[in-house]
């Protein structure tokens, strides 16, 4: 395992598209086991690939409750509404009131390839939201709540 460069706000490669993972060999386990390495390292609780220079729509998370990977997400539903301070390894001067969903489902694979199906509330709800975003080129800086000025 190593810890990888964290790419920073203002990086072009953070505002582009992932592109979908399509077999999971040796090479992405090593990179998920890098990301969670990268991320706890950091203090956060998810990282998404394009955080390290990987376009490739790979999240971790881990909010408390053991780590999650989440290959391929997709958001199925979401319920409910609140706003609360988020922060990012990729613009670690700066937090801000994001409005997220309380209650999200999402379907992925697991690191073993396997479908999941996730129901997250609280914060891993906007944790599986925030770094959804990333696989997208959305920060959350994107959406900052009107309070914040934006």
């Known amino acids: 395992m190593a810890i990888r460069s964290i790419r920073k706000y203002g990086d072009e490669l953070l505002r582009k598209k992932s592109r979908k993972v ?3 060999d040796k090479r992405l386990l090593t990179l ?5 390495e990268t991320m706890y390292n950091a203090d956060g609780v998810g990282l998404a690939a ?5 376009l490739k729509r790979l999240v971790v998370i881990d909010v408390g409750e053991g ?4 290959i391929n997400p997709e ?3 979401t319920s409910g509404k609140a706003v609360d301070v988020e922060g990012c390894l990729s613009i670690p001067e700066r937090q801000g009131e994001v409005e997220r969903p309380t209650y999200v489902k999402a379907k992925a694979l697991n690191e073993k390839g396997e479908e999941i199906v996730i129901e997250a509330e609280d914060l891993f709800a906007r944790a599986i939201c925030h770094e959804t975003d990333h696989l997208n080129g959305v920060l959350f800086v994107d959406k900052l709540a009107e309070s914040e000025g934006n």
């Open 32 to 36: 998920i086991d890098d990301m969670f």
């Open 22 to 24: 399509e077999k999971i």
């Open 67 to 70: 780590p999650v990977v989440l």
């Open 75 to 77: 958001i199925l539903e």
């Open 50 to 54: 394009p955080q390290v220079g990987i």
